[in-house]
């Protein structure tokens, strides 16, 4: 199985007239497993990194809007170094089969499925084999729009390029992913658009801030003031107050092991002078 030429003459598909390519296709339903991508050879590279993706362009031109079904970041076709043991007819040696599910929501029509490979060593090269199908779904094309664009790389068409030795990670692999990758490629054109990474569930709202912290409040001080007897005496428990000139005068705190009673009690005199002094 060649790769694409390194221009992209032949790209998509590594043909050039696709109306020789016989019947229909499968039909695929949305939601539901699709055919498996089954795939026959001895010249596996190491594996690499692959992805399964859709047109709505049936025979697909090099303008087709391809969107990405699911993401095999390693381990594709198989997981082996270099690669399989010759003999015989490579072409009746059976790898593993490619099983992906059709997104949910895609509309009807005629379409092309592509199966895209970037091969982990030997030559820096993209693999792209293509078959007809129909879809049977009910949706929109919002639900074709919304899925992340497919990977290019390693042809003279893009600027990216995917290293040798490395299970590329695709830049946007879709919400179906098997396997996690081990290495980005490098180039200015090598994003893709459409939602992002597997989705686990509907969004969760962020979590609440943590309550704010109150102030420790300082304890009450005794304000000077207010109309008062000569020489009364005022105590909150922890500072007293007493009444100069008709107004009562803060005169600090307890002293130690001294509690209200003592100084409601005990007969304090202060002369004119120090009092106005605490007053002010």
């Not at 109309?227 to 105590?235: D, L, P, V």
């Not at 705190?253 to 002369?271: E, H, N």
Request: charge should be positive.
């Amino acid at each position: 199985m060649p790769p694409l030429d390194p221009s992209g003459s032949n790209f998509p598909c590594s043909i050039t007239d696709f109306s020789q390519a016989d019947g229909d296709g499968p039909t695929l339903s949305p939601g539901q497993a699709g055919p498996a991508i089954k795939l026959f050879g001895t010249a596996v590279h190491s594996g690499g990194s692959c992805q399964i993706s859709i047109t709505y362009d049936q025979p697909p031109n090099k303008n087709s809007v391809w969107k990405v079904m699911k993401s095999f970041q390693g381990g594709c076709p198989i997981d082996v170094q270099g690669n399989l043991p010759g003999g015989g007819d490579p072409t009746t040696n059976a790898l593993p089969a490619l099983q992906y599910t059709v997104p949910a929501g895609l509309p009807s029509g005629k379409a092309t499925v592509a199966w895209t490979w970037f091969n982990r060593s030997g030559n820096r090269e993209m693999y792209m084999r293509c078959h007809k199908a129909t879809v049977n779904g009910n949706g929109n094309q919002g639900a074709f729009n919304a899925l992340p664009d497919m990977f290019v790389a390693n042809i003279a068409t893009r600027d990216c390029k995917v290293p040798e030795g490395m299970n590329v990670k695709f830049p946007n692999p879709g919400q179906q992913v098997q396997g996690s990758g081990d290495g980005n490629p490098t180039g200015g054109q090598c994003g893709a658009s459409g939602p992002s990474g597997p989705l686990s569930g509907p969004p969760s709202n962020p979590p609440p801030p943590p309550p704010k912290q109150k102030s420790p409040v300082p304890p009450p001080v005794p304000v000077s003031g207010g109309a008062c007897s000569e020489g009364q005496r005022e105590c909150n428990g922890s500072s007293w107050s007493m009444c100069a000139n008709g107004i009562m005068v803060n005169m600090g705190p307890l002293a130690a092991g001294t509690d209200c009673s003592a100084v409601m009690k005990r007969d304090i005199r202060f002369s004119s002078a120090h009092m106005a002094k605490r007053a002010l």
